[in-house]
């Protein structure tokens, strides 16, 4: 299948278009043509080296909606024309425990991502989102729930499922107190999706700034974590904190928020973090832990959960062209929150 896209042709350079083909459908794939892609600060570290080298050309994005358009003889639960959802992985061995018991995020013999990995067959190089067409096996592609406005659901797919996650792992239900620590394209999904588990939900910040737009998510409290005597105040306040920064930081500041048995998740920041003390750690048995992503069934569980609450990010759409403009801006926290390629901006190529 042939199709088009933008690629990172290396650290230094912006993207720019691509041309290139997608498999041939194997017995278990679905062919889906994308309607829409989130742009993830994922898409960013990686694209400019951030992360380490990476095979050029590369075609960023894991936040992908679109409809099916062709399915192999051997697929069982999605037929042309249906809504689906594509997220941070498209493969796993399927064989160890972790894969067994639905959190093939952890798969012992590694994941399959979207972009950036190799395909477990042939050990091509995938490619992500910002394209036409994308080729995956059925067991990593996810039904779109009827009603969801699917121009804006493609950020669920990665900074939704990174929320939620973390929020079911620790139980958070009606009485749970939660902290939000940033209010990005993450934080923002992690206040909604709290406040929508039944949670009383705070938002840490370092300025006052932000607690207009955190009330009118629908935050409980903003507590100020520059403010030495509210943050004194609010000690052995929280249950769970979602720490979505992505940049390196010191978490020694939230940790006395906890109450004893607390936990600090960390689904932010990939790379190397400030030294933190351990007092606050020990004298309250609080824990500091991180979690990645979500299993494809806890993400279909998000989805539906999201379809049923009218749950949905808030997005600025943009055309396939601007994405190095909308990299910048990212840069400078410039995006209210999380920006999405209308991939009808893209010329199909011929067949």
């Known amino acids: 299948m042939k199709t088009t896209g933008y690629a990172a042709y290396s650290a230094d350079k912006p993207l720019a278009p691509y041309d290139f083909e997608r498999r041939e459908l194997r017995g278990n794939d679905v062919a889906i043509e994308i309607l829409y892609s989130g742009v993830c600060h994922s898409d960013l570290h990686t694209a400019r080296g951030d992360w380490g080298p990476y095979t050029a050309p590369l075609v960023p994005g894991h936040e992908i909606v679109?409809?099916?358009?062709?399915v192999g003889p051997d697929v069982e639960h999605y037929a042309v024309g249906d809504p689906v959802g594509v997220?941070?992985?498209?493969d796993s061995c399927q064989d160890c425990d972790q894969c067994d018991h639905g959190e093939e995020?952890?798969?012992r013999n590694g994941m399959t991502a979207t972009y950036d990995s190799k395909d477990r067959i042939t050990g091509e190089p995938t490619q992500g989102g910002y394209s036409k067409h994308i080729v995956v096996r059925e067991e990593f592609v996810l039904a779109m729930?009827?009603?969801l406005d699917l121009s804006r659901a493609a950020p669920l797919l990665c900074a939704g499922?990174?929320?939620?996650s973390p929020l079911r792992t620790w139980n958070v239900g009606p009485g749970s107190r939660v902290g939000v620590i940033g209010m990005g394209g993450l934080g923002h999904m992690a206040i909604k999706l709290a406040i929508a588990l039944g949670a009383h939900v705070t938002v840490l910040s370092r300025s006052p700034s932000k607690e207009k737009d955190a009330l009118e998510l629908g935050a409980d409290a903003v507590l100020i974590s520059t403010d030495k005597d509210a943050m004194k105040a609010a000690r052995n306040s929280?249950?769970?904190i979602i720490d979505t920064v992505p940049v390196k930081h010191d978490v020694t500041p939230?940790?006395?928020l906890l109450d004893v048995d607390g936990t600090l998740a960390i689904v932010g920041q990939v790379g190397p973090m400030e030294e933190f003390m351990t007092p606050p750690a020990i004298m309250g048995r609080r824990r500091i832990a991180g979690s990645l992503i979500g299993g494809i069934a806890e993400t279909q569980e998000m989805l539906d959960f999201c379809g049923r609450m009218n749950i949905l990010p808030e997005c600025e759409m943009i055309k396939m062209d601007e994405i190095n403009t909308a990299f910048d801006r990212m840069e400078k926290a410039d995006v209210r929150y999380r920006f999405v390629i209308d991939m009808s901006s893209v010329d199909a190529p011929a067949a």
Not at 66 to 70: E, P, W
Request: hydrophobic share 35%.
């Open 238 to 240: 929280l249950d769970l």
């Open 66 to 70: 679109g409809k099916v358009i062709a």
């Open 87 to 90: 997220g941070c992985m498209v």
């Open 145 to 147: 729930p009827d009603g």
């Open 254 to 256: 939230y940790m006395p």
């Open 105 to 107: 995020q952890y798969c």
């Open 161 to 164: 499922i990174t929320t939620y």
